[in-house]
């Protein structure tokens, strides 16, 4: 079983609309947000590792579903795993929880690692392979 990686956060005023809860979009950078806290957990600062790795992540896609709705100054914490670490590909699960356990969106996104600097696919480096991977499902 893979381990699940939490970050908490709490939901800001701007990130809300008229009726105090949370945007639609604001979601997806929650879910950067998990994924940037993952890498400087497992592997440093995303760009200090990217540079030092020599290559960079696009994202290619991304899926929202909604559960419920997170409202202003509320708790949640950001859970994350990896769906998928393939060769040059890697799927990120990220659910997003209130701290009463109800779970409010689920979704993932799939990055393609590329080269440093450029947009030629790249293998996942050795190094990032093992550290991601107590988290790969």
Same mark, same amino acid.
């Given at each position: 079983?893979?381990?699940?990686?939490?970050?908490?956060?709490?939901? !800001?005023?701007?990130?809300?609309?008229?009726?105090?809860?949370?945007?639609?979009?604001?979601?997806?950078?929650?879910?950067?947000?998990?994924?940037?806290?993952?890498?400087?957990?497992?592997?440093?600062?995303?760009?200090?590792?990217?540079? #030092?790795?020599?290559? =960079?992540?696009?994202? @290619?896609?991304?899926?929202? !579903?909604?559960?419920?709705?997170?409202?202003? =100054?509320?708790?949640?914490?950001?859970?994350?795993?990896?769906?998928?670490?393939?060769?040059?590909?890697?799927?990120? @699960?990220?659910?997003?929880?209130?701290? =009463?356990?109800?779970?409010?969106?689920?979704?993932?996104? #799939?990055?393609?690692?590329?080269?440093?600097?450029?947009?030629?696919? @790249?293998?996942?480096? @050795?190094?990032?392979?093992?550290?991601?991977?107590?988290?790969?499902?």
């Amino acid at each position: 079983m893979a381990t699940e990686f939490h970050h908490r956060l709490r939901v !800001r005023f701007a990130e809300c609309d008229p009726q105090g809860i949370v945007f639609n979009s604001r979601y997806l950078e929650y879910f950067d947000i998990a994924i940037t806290e993952l890498w400087r957990e497992t592997i440093g600062p995303y760009q200090e590792a990217t540079e #030092r790795l020599g290559i =960079d992540l696009v994202v @290619a896609e991304a899926r929202i !579903r909604y559960l419920a709705p997170l409202r202003f =100054d509320e708790e949640f914490d950001l859970v994350v795993s990896l769906a998928r670490l393939g060769t040059t590909g890697i799927t990120t @699960a990220i659910a997003i929880e209130r701290v =009463d356990g109800v779970r409010v969106a689920e979704g993932e996104i #799939r990055h393609v690692v590329v080269r440093f600097g450029g947009i030629e696919k @790249a293998a996942i480096p @050795a190094e990032l392979r093992a550290a991601l991977e107590p988290y790969a499902t």
